[in-house]
């Protein structure tokens, strides 16, 4: 009798693994067969629109943060050329604005916004495909010079950021 609620319980066991299949406990769903990613280095436009700036070396930061989630959060290999899936885009704003005001009219807090418009294609399942743009925000205190929280704030921001891009690619959220 304990034998045969040993084997029962392995097949039960081995068929919730095997059922799982590219299931990750992420919450990503990655179409049977992807293997690979890539994520080509996003243009820093955010100096083309009024009231943004440019912001030198964000580009290459943002693209680091997207291929850290993506390499964290998947079983994916990072590739520089011909991905399963490929993720590219432009940077479009990079905006410092004053957000709250005090009794006499001064800002009280200032409010660091980026955007970033992401190209997803995904040459396995070509019905995932988007283009969209996707914001977040840091607020600080107006007292503070951008270049004191600098550091925080890209780290909050990319961190949302990332974080929806692979929702909307793979947790379909």
Request: glycine share 4%; proline share 2%.
């Amino acid at each position: 009798m304990v034998l045969s609620f040993r084997n029962i319980f392995f097949i039960v066991i081995i068929s919730c693994i095997q059922s799982c299949g590219n299931y990750s406990f992420t919450g990503a769903s990655i179409p049977e067969g992807t293997e690979t990613f890539q994520v080509n280095l996003f243009d820093n436009n955010s100096g083309n629109n009024i009231g943004s700036i440019f912001e030198p070396g964000l580009d290459r930061d943002f693209t680091i943060a997207l291929q850290n989630i993506l390499e964290n959060q998947t079983n994916l290999q990072l590739v520089q050329s011909n991905g399963d899936l490929l993720y590219e885009g432009e940077i479009t704003e990079y905006r410092v604005s004053p957000m709250t005001a005090t009794s006499d009219l001064n800002a009280a807090q200032n409010r660091l916004s980026i955007s970033v418009n992401i190209s997803y294609t995904n040459f396995i399942r070509e019905e995932d495909n988007f283009q969209r743009r996707f914001s977040f925000f840091f607020d600080f205190p107006a007292e503070q010079q951008l270049i004191s929280v600098k550091s925080e704030a890209h780290e909050v921001i990319f961190e949302r950021l990332t974080q929806d891009i692979f929702n909307a690619s793979l947790a379909k959220w």
